[in-house]
């Protein structure tokens, strides 16, 4: 509703999730510099209720020095006589909403979207893609820190339903709660879904109308690189088509690159790096801030190695915790993802762990720290990924 309310004023939003530790919610608002944050005071997850009141101090007091901040807002939940609703109208391009990168590379880059260009790509997926229309009913399974929070909003302008809840909709079991029998669409997104998986959902999770979509995409294009449609065949390990309007190809994940230097296409069905090769309808307008037009740039054109690995934590957050918290014991660190079965954790480990768990999220903390007599790097001292993986 605070969505819907301050577009329809023409401001721009933006949201982080309820679960997200103070830190990683400043980070964001900092840079936005808000003039009001709308918080709950208690959430609920995995069947339990949190209580927000401490951390909506701790926003409060880390806001402090923000001059254009007014204070938090509490949603009344009973209104008698509420107020009529007041459309202003807007440019196409005017921006709308704030979203976020996963801070691989620094800060979490708040991503400027305009209203016209979301409003055309999402009638695009939603109709065209997806064949959706005002007898829909869409579940969004996603906080409301993720783009994916769009998908729960975008239908509403064809009169679609949607469904919005609180803790977790698959508690105690979601065929207590709901009948799937007439579902018609299931999305999976983050990596196309394994065959067994996918053989799970048909031969024993939902019925063979159901469609299974493998759909990829990103915060920065505010839709999808590839996804479904009603029409072609449907096979395991892949997404169905290509977005309309959006020019992709494959490219040599092994090129160096750099400015000025042309990547190498590859045929389908060759492992490689998603590309978009041209201008399409949800280019961000900006990044929000007084760099921000340099940031987008760089965003685009500056290589960043070994450091896209749809990772819901990047090793830049990882570092901040421990060159920041650790300068007397930790020379310098390395964060890859390697699974071993083996080494015990010791005294300083054990520490490096709960101060990320403390910084960021429990779900956040690596599963291994190891020690190390050096962190290789390359020629510049950028710290090298891939051959320690």
Not at 207 to 236: K, M, R, W
């Amino acid at each position: 509703m605070v969505f819907l309310a301050t577009t329809a004023l023409g401001a721009q939003f933006s949201s982080a999730s309820t679960n997200a530790r103070v830190k990683r919610i400043l980070d964001r608002l900092l840079q936005l510099k808000p003039i009001c944050v709308f918080m709950d005071d208690a959430a609920v997850y995995n069947g339990k209720q949190i209580d927000l009141r401490s951390k909506i101090k701790d926003v409060v007091d880390g806001l402090g020095d923000v001059q254009e901040f007014n204070g938090i807002v509490s949603i009344p939940r009973h209104v008698d006589h509420p107020a009529d609703l007041e459309f202003v109208r807007t440019d196409f391009r005017s921006p709308f909403l704030v979203v976020y990168s996963s801070a691989t590379t620094g800060k979490p880059k708040p991503t400027v979207q305009s209203a016209g260009r979301y409003l055309l790509n999402g009638t695009k997926e939603s109709r065209l893609h997806r064949d959706i229309g005002a007898n829909s009913t869409i579940l969004q399974y996603t906080t409301t820190g993720w783009i994916m929070d769009l998908a729960a909003i975008a239908g509403l302008v064809f009169g679609r339903r949607t469904i919005l809840y609180d803790g977790s909709p698959f508690l105690p079991d979601v065929k207590e709660i709901a009948d799937l029998s007439n579902l018609s669409v299931t999305t999976s997104t983050g990596m196309v879904l394994s065959e067994s998986l996918s053989e799970w959902f048909y031969s024993e999770g939902f019925p063979a109308h159901t469609q299974l979509a493998n759909i990829s995409g990103g915060t920065d294009l505010a839709g999808c690189f590839g996804l479904e449609n009603p029409i072609s065949p449907l096979y395991v390990g892949g997404c169905q088509c290509a977005g309309l309007g959006i020019p992709i190809a494959v490219f040599d994940q092994a090129d160096e690159g750099a400015s000025g230097v042309k990547g190498t296409e590859i045929p389908d069905s060759t492992p490689g790096e998603i590309v978009a090769t041209g201008a399409f309808p949800t280019m961000p307008v900006r990044f929000l801030g007084e760099d921000g037009s340099q940031k987008y740039f760089d965003s685009y054109f500056a290589r960043f190695d070994s450091e896209f690995d749809f990772l819901p934590v990047t090793q830049c957050e990882i570092y901040n915790v421990t060159d920041t918290q650790f300068t007397e014991e930790v020379v310098d660190s390395n964060c890859v993802g390697q699974g071993r079965p083996q080494d015990s954790d010791e005294s300083l480990v054990g520490r490096v762990k709960e101060a990320i768990c403390k910084a960021l999220n429990a779900r956040l903390v690596p599963k291994y720290i190891f020690q190390t007599p050096e962190i290789p790097t390359t020629v510049n001292l950028r710290k090298v990924q891939l051959p320690v993986k």
